[in-house]
């Protein structure tokens, strides 16, 4: 069994058992007006999103350049309607003004370069927006980045969570 990933529907996630059940405590507990995926991958975790945010009546868009593989479940869902295949890096000006818009942001940092992206976009965020780091402690580390601005609120396992002050 292979507990480095999990999947939602049958569609496989980076996250395991252990990070993608934190998900679910932290998103009832916090209230927000949209949250922003950097780096879909296979789509599972997108795919959950997707259902929790419409169920909640808030925004959800994921981005990658890599297309992500469609499934039933996924056209059921209409995942384009939410997906961006576009690189990030020339698409900041987008990114910054979505992630500005009023009522509180949640940004999950899970691309292909989780530094670059928390320097990048984390300026972005507003008092009370949130930034969640995937893979912390492995691709990125205490040190990596200036996290002065922000109050750690969660850690669980490979995930770290931050609250900008």
Not at 32 to 48: P, Q
Not at 125 to 154: P, T
Request: proline share 1%; glycine share 8%; with cysteine.
């Amino acid at each position: 069994m292979d507990f480095r990933h999990t999947n939602f529907l049958g569609n496989e996630m980076a996250q395991n058992r252990d990070e993608f059940m934190s998900w679910k405590g932290f998103l009832e507990e916090y209230n927000f007006k949209r949250f922003i995926e950097l780096g879909t991958w296979k789509g599972g975790f997108a795919l959950y999103m997707i259902n929790f945010c419409e169920g909640k009546g808030v925004d959800f868009n994921t981005f990658d350049i890599e297309d992500y593989e469609d499934t039933p479940e996924k056209q059921e869902v209409n995942f384009s309607k939410y997906f961006y295949k576009l690189d990030i890096w020339k698409h900041i000006k987008y990114l910054k003004e979505l992630i500005e818009q009023e009522g509180r942001t949640i940004l999950f940092c899970d691309g292909g370069n989780k530094i670059k992206e928390f320097i990048t976009f984390s300026p972005f965020l507003k008092k009370d927006d949130i930034i969640v780091i995937h893979d912390w402690g492995v691709e990125i580390r205490d040190g990596d980045v200036d996290a002065k601005d922000f109050e750690e609120i969660f850690n669980c396992g490979r995930l770290m969570y931050f609250k900008k002050l």
